[in-house]
C-alpha cells in the first residue's frame, strides 16, 4: 500500500497544478525585486512567509543543476545567493496565486501559513529558519490534502471516531503523514537538516517551535484561544515572550473565527489598553525588550505597515533603534533624521516636542519629509510621530499605514500611553 499511495502521489503532483503563492506576498516581493536598494534580507523576509515560494527555492537550489554550488542547502538566503534575482524573478512569474478570500477557504493551507507566523514571532532571532521549519514540518499533510483528497477525507473521519493521526494515515495510506512528508522531502532532493525536522530528530529549537505552531495554528483555526495557550505555556524555548505570544494567539483567533469574534469582539482601543496593561507590569531591561513586546501587537490591533523606534545617538541624529515591519533591516541601515534642523514634519516633532499625524502623504512636498523618505517607504499613505521626551525630545516611536486607516481620538491616546512607558530608557 506504501509504495502504490507514493506512486499516486507523485503522478498526481506531476500533473496538477502546484500550490499557489499569496497573491498579496507576491506582489510585495515583485516590489522589492524591482527596487534595486532593497537587500537579499528583504526578499528571503517575502519568500518565507510563503510555502509556495520557499518550496520552489529551495527546490530548485537543492536539484542537480544548482546543488553543487549551493554552501547553506536549507537556507533562503542561502539558495538566492545562487539563483540570483533573475531566477526568483522566473519562479515567482511561474506560480499560481491565490488570494486572500481563496486563501481563507483552504484552511490546510491557511493553517500552514499560519503556523509559519506563529514560529517567525515565537523565535524572532532565527525567524527565517523556523520558517521554513515550520513551512516543512507538516509538508506531508499539506500535499495529501491536496493531492489526495479523498484519502484526506477518510483520514480525518478516522481520527474523529478515535483514532490517533498516524493509525489513521497508516490505516489509509500505508505510511504517517509525517513518512509521506520525507519521501517528498528526499524526491525534491531537500537537505538532510529539512527532512530531520520532519522526522523529529533536527535541530531541537527549531523542530519544537515547528511542532508547537503547527498545533497552535489548528488550535487557533478552530478558535481555541484557550487550547492554544495551554501549548505556549508548556513551550520550553529559551528567551520566548509567551505573554506576547497569547496575545498574538487572541487576536489570531479573534480575526480568524468569526463566531468567537462576535463574542469578544473588542475595539482597537481597548485592545490597546489591554496591550499597556500587561507590559507595564512587566520589567524590562532593555529598551529593545520593550519595543518587540509592544509593536507586534501595535502593528497587528491598528494595522501598521511599520512601527519603529528612533533613537537620538550622540551626534544628535536619530536612528532607528528597534522596528516591526518589513524590510526593517534597510530601515535601519537608511532611515536617518539629520542632527541639523529642517523643515520636515519629523523635525518639527524633535524640535516644537509636539504630536504629528499626518493622513495623506501625497499631500506633502518633499522637503516635508526626511532625505530619502518616499524612496525607502514608497507605499506609505499615512503616519503618526510621537516624542519621546522628559527634559528634550531624544527619542521618537513611529508608525505608517500602507492602506487607508482613520486613527480616532481614543486610539491616538491609547498609542500616547503605551509611548509613555518608554520614558524611563531615555535621559532625562
Not at 483552504?106 to 507566523?117: I, P
Not at 503523514?177 to 528526499?186: F, N, S, T, Y
Not at 515547528?210 to 478558535?223: E, M, V
Amino acid at each position: 500500500m506504501r509504495e502504490k499511495t507514493l506512486e499516486r502521489l507523485f503522478d498526481a503532483m506531476q500533473t496538477g497544478k502546484g500550490v499557489p503563492a499569496q497573491e498579496a506576498t507576491v506582489n510585495s516581493l515583485l516590489h522589492s525585486l524591482k527596487d534595486a536598494k532593497n537587500g537579499k534580507g528583504a526578499l528571503v523576509s517575502h519568500v518565507v512567509e510563503d510555502f509556495a515560494l520557499t518550496q520552489k527555492v529551495l527546490k530548485l537550489a537543492n536539484s542537480a543543476m544548482y546543488a553543487p554550488f549551493v554552501t547553506d542547502h536549507d537556507s533562503v538566503a542561502g539558495a538566492l545567493d545562487i539563483l540570483g534575482t533573475d531566477g526568483l524573478l522566473h519562479i515567482v512569474l511561474s506560480t499560481d496565486l491565490i488570494s486572500d478570500e481563496e486563501l481563507a477557504e483552504d484552511s490546510n493551507l491557511s493553517k500552514t501559513l499560519l503556523a509559519s507566523e506563529l514560529a517567525r514571532n515565537v523565535l524572532v532571532d532565527r525567524s527565517d529558519d523556523a520558517s521554513v521549519a515550520t513551512l516543512m514540518v507538516d509538508l506531508g499533510r499539506l500535499m495529501i490534502t491536496r493531492y489526495l483528497p479523498d484519502e484526506a477525507t477518510r483520514i480525518d473521519t478516522a481520527v474523529a471516531s478515535g483514532k490517533s493521526n498516524d493509525a489513521a494515515a497508516t490505516a489509509v495510506l500505508g505510511l504517517t503523514l509525517q513518512q509521506v512528508g520525507i519521501e517528498i522531502a528526499k524526491r525534491w532532493n531537500l537537505p538532510q537538516s529539512i527532512c530531520a525536522i520532519i522526522d523529529g530528530s533536527g535541530d531541537p529549537g527549531l523542530t519544537a517551535v515547528a511542532r508547537f505552531s503547527s498545533a497552535a495554528s489548528a488550535l487557533i483555526l478552530a478558535g481555541n484561544s484557550e487550547g492554544a495557550q495551554v501549548l505556549v505555556a508548556a513551550l520550553n524555548v529559551p528567551g520566548v515572550d509567551k505573554s506576547k505570544i497569547n496575545a498574538l494567539v487572541e487576536r489570531k483567533v479573534q480575526a480568524i473565527n468569526p463566531r468567537v469574534k462576535t463574542i469578544k469582539e473588542a475595539t482597537a482601543e481597548a485592545e490597546l489598553v489591554k496591550l499597556f496593561d500587561v507590559i507595564a507590569k512587566e520589567n524590562r531591561g532593555k529598551v529593545e525588550d520593550l519595543a518587540a513586546a509592544m509593536f507586534p501587537a501595535l502593528a497587528d490591533t491598528l494595522k501598521t505597515a511599520h512601527c519603529l523606534l528612533f533613537m537620538m545617538t550622540r551626534t544628535g541624529e536619530f536612528r532607528v533603534r528597534y522596528g516591526y515591519g518589513k524590510g526593517i533591516d534597510e530601515l535601519k541601515l537608511r532611515f536617518r533624521l539629520s542632527a541639523e534642523f529642517k523643515p520636515t514634519a519629523f523635525h518639527a516633532v524633535i524640535k516644537n516636542n509636539v504630536d504629528v499625524s499626518i493622513d495623506d502623504t501625497s499631500r506633502l512636498k518633499p522637503s516635508a519629509l526626511p532625505d530619502g523618505y518616499r524612496e525607502l517607504l514608497p507605499h506609505v499613505k499615512k503616519f503618526v510621530v510621537l516624542p519621546i521626551a522628559n527634559e528634550r525630545v531624544s527619542g521618537l516611536v513611529y508608525c505608517d499605514w500602507d492602506l487607508e486607516r482613520t486613527l480616532d481620538r481614543s486610539e491616538l491616546a491609547a498609542m500616547k500611553k503605551l509611548r509613555n512607558l518608554f520614558l524611563p530608557f531615555f535621559p532625562a
